[in-house]
């Protein structure tokens, strides 16, 4: 494989899971992971991505200001977040968590709704803080620098105690047999408690994640209480994820 095509590989993969690991990319391309550490350094030096130790970040993942060109299908996560806002009533308690889709139905929300919302996120506490009727309570923890979100004992802990109407959710990867999956296992951890804190699960998550997995596992698909993707609901991809007693939006 040239050069240019192993790097395009990487970039597609850190743009649709938001962060890779140089040992995934190394054993997909078989290829030495000195060759893939060389490539992420590259495409760190041409602003295309952000290296961190032992993997890269995209670099949409990493910027909580404006919306920028940098947030990988940026279209179809605002379509998804518009569908979450039709789930949002006045007086629930909910949590919303980190990621780019996530950030943007913290953005969407409507001025006029009154809610109280929890979040592990810094970037959508931020953006929750601009909303004049939403209460905005941060679940404190140790932070996970490149997700931006608290993680932990304290973190689970803290999500203990509480009680939300609706949880919405990410995840980097999601199979209707498997369910949902992550390759950072205190992610993981932190996920399970906040799904064991919600009354309902709402998964947010773009259709190229679907049908896909990693090594360990947030839950099954059968934790998830609804699925909102960018697809119509009538979607023949969809309907693996309907037999699994999962409403789609």
């Not at 050069?3 to 993969?13: A, M, N, P, V």
């Not at 998804?80 to 789930?87: E, R, V």
């Amino acid at each position: 494989m040239l050069k240019e095509e192993r790097q395009q590989t990487i970039l597609s993969e850190v743009e649709l899971h938001n962060r890779i690991l140089l040992t995934d990319i190394a054993e997909t391309l078989d290829v030495s992971i000195d060759t893939i550490r060389r490539d992420v350094k590259e495409l760190d030096a041409e602003n295309k991505l952000r290296k961190v130790h032992g993997g890269a970040i995209s670099l949409g993942f990493t910027t909580n200001s404006a919306r920028n060109a940098n947030i990988y299908a940026l279209d179809d996560k605002v379509t998804i977040a518009k569908k979450a806002t039709t789930m949002l009533k006045d007086g629930a308690v909910i949590f919303i968590d980190g990621g780019t889709t996530c950030l943007e139905l913290a953005r969407i929300i409507p001025e006029k709704l009154q809610l109280t919302c929890f979040t592990i996120s810094l970037p959508v506490a931020m953006e929750l803080s601009n909303k004049p009727n939403v209460k905005v309570i941060s679940i404190g923890g140790q932070i996970a620098k490149e997700a931006q979100i608290a993680i932990g004992a304290n973190a689970i802990h803290n999500l203990s105690e509480i009680k939300v109407d609706y949880s919405f959710i990410g995840t980097g990867y999601v199979d209707a047999l498997y369910g949902l999956t992550e390759f950072d296992w205190d992610i993981v951890q932190i996920k399970k408690a906040v799904i064991k804190a919600s009354k309902k699960t709402v998964l947010l998550s773009i259709s190229e994640k679907l049908n896909s997995q990693h090594r360990y596992k947030t839950c099954d698909i059968s934790s998830i209480n609804t699925m909102i993707t960018e697809l119509d609901p009538d979607d023949s991809i969809l309907i693996p994820f309907k037999n699994n007693d999962v409403t789609i939006l």
